[in-house]
């Protein structure tokens, strides 16, 4: 007998790996807004008008015969942590896995319904209990269906479709921020700018895939990760899932799933994207494309990839997993009373009901975040699949950050899952936050303290090591 740490300092006698049998399920469920409801992603409030695809909550269960774990994406912009532990609270009575072992993240889709309020929009509440009991139900359905199962995973690299969408500028020519400063950075700065000096950042080029079959060798799911925001390109008033939903769509095809199992489910998760694009701004203007045009060209070319190294995946009958969950507590970024004053009187001059400018939308964020607690506590998670790791974080979180959790961690394969068990707005570095920029700015979307990322950083480096250091990992 051996003795397993599995998180929370808990001892749990093991057999040998002979004893085990893996077991995985995986399951959709939809979660397509009504027609009237609020559409999260744009600075001013937008509205469904019409369903261009479904949105789903994707979900796959591991089972290695002593730990349970669920990771679910949900086609969304954003997603609060309340919502989310309420569907954790409900799989957990529907299922033996503990809530601390589910993994629920949002894609960042930007023609999804709203489930955070972030600028102009808004959830409808009935949306959030509806959200609650579809995210759950994904989990105990894919637990549901668990059966005997093998798994593998490996990591290609697509540097094609990703940028980094901050640029500095020349000596001397700054940026108005909507806070009357000046930055040094700025995202999306537009096509041949003749201020631009380079990008302000790297890019992260890999696709990181798991793959799970039946012992017949049936595809049950794949799970992918990619560090690109997202896409865009729809048409106004439309619900999509964008590329994220396309890439699903598309491994299914091109693995064969739909003829042996119709079940099958493909999931794509958001990687550290907090500033990665799909714009190349250092080359010239594209051409015009059609509404869904781009997001399915994204979607088919990260998708060949990840059938490139599916198809070379080494299967394991059997694989140790582990969980461990840790909570932290980060400042907020709030207003002084000068910033105060001035948002107050910048919103008394609006007139009547006009749609808010870039300097008003920011006056109202820094009202409301004068509202809020002056710490913010946030949930960061490590799983372990064999000797791949998943780390994860409720933030949109920078691609350095991404890099040096995988430089770092111990593990043969790391990536981090964003936008994971709630929504605390952007994770920049604090030499970003010297730089400024969009991703800065201080907003419902952008409010922990300068230092965050470091103590995430260093948090969850620790997490992989607690995992590492468990006689689990060397069974």
């Known amino acids: 007998m051996i003795l397993l740490f599995l998180g929370a300092g808990k001892l749990i006698a093991q057999g040998t790996n002979t004893d085990k049998v893996f077991k995985a399920g995986a399951a959709l469920s939809v979660i397509t807004p009504k027609i009237g409801t609020s559409i999260n992603g744009n600075f001013q409030e937008d509205f469904t008008q019409n369903i261009h695809d479904d949105t789903h909550a994707r979900g796959l269960v591991l089972d290695d015969g002593n730990t349970k774990i669920a990771i679910v994406t949900l086609d969304l912009c954003m997603v609060y942590r309340e919502t989310l532990d309420k569907a954790k609270k409900r799989a957990a009575g529907y299922t033996d896995i503990p809530e601390e072992n589910m993994l629920i993240s949002a894609i960042h889709t930007h023609s999804g319904g709203t489930a955070c309020a972030v600028f102009g929009s808004t959830p409808d509440p009935d949306y959030l209990v509806f959200l609650e009991e579809r995210a759950a139900d994904a989990i105990i359905r894919a637990n549901n269906n668990l059966e005997p199962a093998r798994i593998g995973w490996g990591v290609g690299h697509e540097p094609s479709e990703v940028f980094n969408r901050r640029w500095k500028m020349k000596d001397g020519v700054t940026f108005t921020n909507p806070f009357g400063g000046e930055d040094k950075v700025r995202m999306n700065p537009g096509f041949e700018n003749p201020d631009l000096v380079g ?75 907090g500033d990665i694009n799909n714009i190349n701004f250092g080359g010239t203007a594209p051409k015009k494309m059609q509404p869904y045009e781009k997001m399915e060209m994204v979607a088919n070319t990260v ?44 919103l008394a001059e609006v007139e009547g009901d006009k749609l808010l400018d870039r300097d008003e939308l920011y006056a109202r964020e820094t009202v409301f975040l004068n509202d809020f607690p002056d710490k913010k506590d946030l949930i960061l998670q490590a799983f372990q699949i064999g000797d791949l790791a998943i780390t994860a974080v409720p933030c949109e979180i920078f691609v350095e950050i991404g890099l040096e959790i995988k430089a770092k961690s111990p593990f043969d394969q790391t990536f981090t899952v964003s936008l994971a068990n709630g929504y605390n707005g952007y994770l920049p570095t604090p030499q970003h936050h010297e730089w400024g920029g969009y991703e800065t700015w201080r907003a419902r979307s952008s409010y922990l303290e300068v230092n965050a990322s470091n103590v995430v950083t260093s948090n969850l480096l620790s997490l992989l090591d607690q995992l590492k250091s468990s006689s689990l990992t060397t069974r």
């Open 303 to 346: 998708a060949a990839e990840a059938f490139k190294v599916y198809q070379d995946i080494t299967y394991h009958d059997w694989v140790p997993l582990a969980s461990v969950q840790t909570e932290v507590s980060l400042g907020v970024r709030k207003p002084d009373a000068a910033d105060l004053k001035r948002a107050k009187k910048i």
């Open 199 to 273: 990008p302000a950042g790297p890019i992260d080029p890999e696709v990181p895939i798991v793959s799970v079959q039946s012992m017949s060798g049936v595809p049950i799911a794949l799970l992918a990760n990619y560090s690109l925001h997202y896409v865009g390109g729809t048409k106004s008033g439309e619900i999509s899932a964008d590329y994220f939903g396309m890439f699903a769509n598309r491994i299914g095809q091109m693995i064969g799933a739909e003829q042996n199992n119709p079940g099958f489910v493909g999931i794509m998760t958001n990687g550290t994207s």
